[in-house]
């Protein structure tokens, strides 16, 4: 079990900036896939971008070229960089960890971008 912790939301205007942060509990060296989902309200929860123990990062169409997801593994701690923010970014941002199959999620921060 990997208990994650997020922090970094808040309101922004239209083409600021925001850099999320989640904190887990124990070590991610060995955690294969950790990344970050989001749900705006009406709608399902979706990918925004995630990062394998390899290296390997993917982003959703969306976001790609505005975000940066990154680990530091040393702190123990998954980031998302948000830049050019958009009001369709508006959502609650959910942190997560696949770790051998099992998969925990933090419980969410808000970020709201205003026009």
């Known amino acids: 079990q990997v208990h994650l912790v997020e922090s970094g939301g808040g309101l922004v205007q239209a083409g600021g900036s925001l850099r999320l942060s989640c904190a887990a509990s124990?070590?991610?060296?060995?955690?294969?896939?950790m990344g970050w989902h989001r749900q705006a309200r009406g709608k399902e929860r979706e990918l925004v971008a995630y990062t394998t123990s390899g290296g390997r990062i993917n982003y959703a169409d969306s976001v790609r070229g505005r975000f940066t997801i990154s680990r530091d593994n040393a702190e123990n701690t998954l980031y998302l960089q948000m830049n050019s923010l958009k009001p369709e970014d508006t959502a609650v941002y959910y942190c997560?960890?696949?770790?051998?199959?099992?998969?925990?999620w933090g419980q969410g921060t808000q970020v709201t971008v205003s026009s």
């Open positions: 124990r070590s991610i060296l060995s955690i294969n896939v």
């Open positions: 997560y960890s696949n770790w051998g199959g099992v998969k925990n």
